[in-house]
């Protein structure tokens, strides 16, 4: 990015904007000035985080950190001196914000109405608090007052609260274009009083942060502005559900009167970035962007579950975004940004680098030029420089704060509740701890959301929230054993409640055992229900294409896309399901929508490639493969395509050669490990394996005995493995016994598959006692209980590592039922083994042990 | 600004959209607009729903 001695940046936030309503008020001249922002830069989704609650994600557009990190986690929290609850501060927040940064480098930095920036930090410019033109019955006009905690620096405040409009101001003529339709009587009716009142609350609040932007642009020095206005998403909460076309418990005469307010929002904020624009220089950039999107369709929901997070329940995956100014790109889409990329991109449109504590990047594909620069380790250092922070000492106003709440309970973000309830801290200590791990799961760190869940879960076994969220987070990281656990939870606390999603869930659960054709049975049943979730039929979809249900795959992906049809995960699917039933051009035109809906996704473009290939349109197949590859460089399966198209189809040495030479670099070696503990059936299942066809690694240095006639199939360097696991890396293809116990040596550079066999601690203490010659019968209880905490440490070590893949097998369903358990090894091993002699070996097995009894 | 730019800003927002084009303007129009008000009010019942210093006190 060329640096200007004297940049500017213009940052707007529309909290909860979303091209889906923008786009047809684009085409259709209503937003003239966006559309000019648009063909002079940059413009493309920008992925929410989850929970998509406006202060937290607000936050993580200025901090360039997740919710977890940077501190503000909730609508509310409590005030320091008395415990009581107050709207969520800028105290909440841990670490520093843009303006900080820009403030100790010197650049002129105004904040306007950021959500949260009450107490106004001391930055180097004009700020402006989120509460500055809250409306009050204490605080009411002509004499509204202003405390100097809203505004920085303090000097200004008289000029600045001049710029507010007090509700009472406005007049017929200003709403009458949110409300055409309106006559007097219905603004008379007093039903209609909440709602027009909204109006002009929201159209007061609005223009009053947009008079200090103005004020600011006309009157002051500025290198950064950042304008924060919640009117569109508070507008889509009151007003959404009256957008055309009518929903069926929309009344006519609602429908008449207040289906052009959210138009009229929108456009309102067009005008007033009109007006941003005349004022500010052409070469300034300036970028549009909002927190997460709203559903504006078929998805809007008729009634909102009570529920803390209910309001969120209406808010879409990805807002919007746009970007122009010097050095930006012009009138071109850009793909993959997200919320925790912004901080990184503003940093670098001053020249200033992003830290490496910031888990985003620089929006790269914004700019004519980019050239990634050197990270520093992190902006939170200490120095006696001014960051333009409050001092800590700075305590808020409690009184005032409680106006403000009410807004947010009559919104339904917070629960009306006595304030001098006992219950309020621990319910925001519970809600911001919740959020902390939803934040962890959405952003790929489930593993960390696990210890908090528990915890709350431990103290609050009924929130079933918590619940469910253990259990699909168990289900991501394919830990089926825990994920169970939670489900008999579920099941015991709904009983017969749910039961499509509890089915749907167990079919997940059952996918992961392996048991592909229980879960067929539970997922049909739960399907047979009408569930309007999208989602659900995304999931099921590939709960059928894992049970190679083509069929049926086809027709639940097809359901999603209907409920939403920009579910891009969906039209993946359908391309897998398509393409599984040699339908190639259907499964290009899937996958083609998937792309064009989420361009970022790496598989679908691997499967749209799959797709063109059997189709034989080879130069597209290998533009989707190295699509896939520049997305995610690991993706093996869309090199060794790439390989056979450029050495059989489109010569292309080069490009072969270079895709072979990585190949073989980073090809990892992958192994079936047979592991339990010691007399669990691991001698039994090497068999089995052996049997298949498994190529399995073992010496003779073990001898067979009375207990293991066949041999233990053991190796014996595996003994070592604790101060030895070199040799492991050259085992490629290998089947090896290792015990339970030593497990967590294994090579971590290696992929493993683990068949881990599971079988009733009192019976394995029998038989080892018997292989040790002393009483069968004789049961050490403290060794039951070591070889459970070994187990069970083992299994919690296995959860997550992206390298092992587990599939538990029961001892007694060996033996039981042979055919069945031998089928769900062979899918796990993805399917190269001959079931039929596994089962044989099974049986030779169960006649050894028939013939042992009797000679007992 | 002096009092003809303030009469070409009013003249210029009540030409292209009204009251609300002029509350889109911001603050350089906000003096000239308080000063010469639209005329026309919200309904009285309307006015009573909206806090005021009349409100009931907590």
Not at chain 1, 548 to 564: C, M, N, S
């Amino acid at each position: 990015m060329p640096q200007k001695s004297n940049p500017q940046v213009f940052v707007l936030g529309w909290d909860a904007a979303d091209w889906k309503f923008i786009n047809p008020l684009l085409d259709s001249g209503k937003m003239p000035a966006l559309q000019r922002v648009i063909e002079a830069g940059v413009m493309g989704n920008i992925a929410t985080i989850d929970p998509p609650l406006s202060p937290i994600l607000w936050t993580s557009i200025a901090t360039g950190k997740y919710g977890d990190e940077h501190g503000v986690l909730n609508f509310v929290e409590p005030a320091a001196e008395t415990g009581k609850r107050i709207p969520i501060s800028v105290l909440s927040r841990k670490v520093r914000a843009i303006w900080n940064i820009l403030t100790h480098e010197g650049y002129k930095t105004h904040l306007i109405g950021w959500w949260p920036s009450y107490p106004a930090e001391p930055i180097n410019g004009i700020n402006v608090s989120n509460h500055f033109a809250d409306v009050n019955s204490q605080n009411s006009f002509p004499d509204w007052e202003l405390s100097e905690d809203h505004v920085h620096p303090k000097e200004q405040i008289d000029e600045l609260k001049e710029l507010r409009i007090h509700p009472i101001e406005l007049t017929w003529n200003h709403i009458a274009p949110f409300v055409p339709t309106a006559t007097r009587e219905h603004v008379e009716d007093p039903k209609n009083h909440e709602l027009f009142n909204a109006i002009i609350m929201m159209l007061a609040r609005c223009s009053s942060f947009h008079n200090v932007a103005t004020h600011i642009l006309a009157t002051q020095e500025w290198n950064f502005i950042g304008l924060y206005l919640d009117t569109i998403d508070k507008a889509s909460h009151y007003f959404m559900k009256f957008h055309p076309p009518q929903q069926k418990h929309i009344s006519d005469y609602d429908y008449e009167l207040f289906k052009d307010v959210m138009t009229g929002f929108y456009v309102y904020h067009d005008m007033m970035l009109d007006r941003l624009l005349d004022l500010m220089d052409e070469n300034a950039h300036l970028m549009i962007l909002s927190d997460h999107g709203f559903y504006s369709d078929h998805r809007r929901l008729e009634t909102l579950p009570k529920d803390s997070m209910a309001p969120a329940f209406e808010h879409s995956k990805f807002g919007m975004f746009c970007l122009k100014g010097p050095g930006v790109k012009q009138d071109e889409r850009i793909y993959g940004a997200s919320l925790i990329d912004i901080t990184p991109t503003l940093l670098h449109l001053f020249g200033l680098p992003p830290a490496e504590d910031m888990p985003g990047n620089i929006l790269s594909q914004s700019f004519t030029d980019f050239k990634e620069p050197e990270r520093i380790k992190t902006w939170e250092i200490q120095d006696d420089q001014n960051w333009g922070e409050l001092d800590e000492s700075v305590k808020v106003d409690v009184w005032a704060a409680q106006e403000a709440l009410q807004q947010l309970i009559a919104l339904g973000y917070i629960e009306s509740m006595e304030e001098s309830d006992e219950r309020l801290l621990d319910q925001i200590q519970t809600e911001n701890a919740f959020h902390s791990a939803q934040i962890k799961i959405s952003t790929g760190r489930p593993l960390e959301a696990i210890p908090i869940l528990e915890e709350i879960h431990a103290v609050k076994p009924e929130n079933t929230k918590v619940l469910s969220a253990l259990l699909s987070t168990h289900l991501a990281l394919a830990n089926p054993v825990e994920a169970r656990k939670y489900l008999k939870l579920m099941r015991q606390k709904f009983g017969t409640e749910n039961t499509p999603q509890l089915d749907f869930l167990e079919g997940r659960v059952l996918i992961q055992e392996v048991q592909p054709a229980k879960a067929l049975v539970l997922l049909k049943k739960a399907a047979s229900h009408e569930v309007a979730n999208s989602g659900f039929y995304q999931t099921l979809g590939r709960v059928f294409l894992v049970c190679k249900d083509w069929k049926e795959a086809q027709k639940v992906f097809t359901k999603a896309i209907k409920l939403d049809s920009e579910n891009a995960a969906a039209y993946h699917g359908l391309c897998v399901a398509f393409m599984r039933q040699q339908k190639f051009d259907k499964a290009i035109e899937a996958g083609l929508n998937a792309v064009g809906i989420k361009h970022m996704f790496p598989t679908a473009h691997y499967h749209l490639g799959e797709a063109l290939f059997n189709a034989e349109l080879y130069e597209h197949a290998a533009n989707a493969f190295e699509m896939a590859l520049t997305q995610e460089p690991g993706f093996g399966l869309a090199r060794k395509y790439l390989i056979q198209i450029y050495s059989e189809k489109m010569i292309n040495e080069e490009r072969k050669t270079l895709h072979q030479q990585i190949l073989d670099k980073n090809m990892r070696p992958q192994m079936t490990i047979v592991s339990g503990l010691p007399r669990s059936g691991t001698s039994m299942m090497m068999q089995m394996l052996k049997a298949g066809g498994a190529d399995l690694l073992m010496d003779d240095i073990r001898q067979n005995d009375d207990n293991n006639p066949k041999g233990y199939m053991e190796y014996e360097p595996v003994k070592k493995l604790l101060t030895d696991n070199s040799w492991l890396k050259d085992q490629n293809g290998k089947t090896i016994k290792i015990i339970l116990q030593l497990l967590t040596a294994l090579d971590m550079t290696c992929d493993y598959k683990i068949v881990m066999m599971d079988r009733d601690l009192e019976e394995i203490l029998k038989s080892q006692s018997k292989m040790l010659g002393k009483q069968a019968d004789t049961l050490n209880l403290k060794l039951m209980t070591t070889f459970e905490q070994q187990k069970e440490k083992i299994n919690g070590w296995l959860v997550g590592k992206p390298n092992i893949q587990v599939l538990h097998v029961k001892y007694t369903d060996v033996i039981e039922n042979p055919a069945h358990e031998a089928n769900r090894i062979n899918l796990f091993l993805s399917e190269t083994l001959d079931e039929q002699k596994m089962i044989q070996a099974v049986d030779e097995q169960l006649y050894r042990n028939k013939k042992e009894e009797k000679t007992i | 600004m002096n009092s003809e730019e303030e009469k070409k800003i009013i003249e210029i927002a009540l030409s292209k959209n009204g009251s609300l084009a002029q509350l889109a303007l911001g603050a350089i129009a906000l003096k000239p607009w308080r000063e010469n008000r639209d005329p026309i009010q919200l309904s009285e019942a309307l006015n009573k729903t909206t806090p005021t210093k009349n409100a009931p006190k907590k």
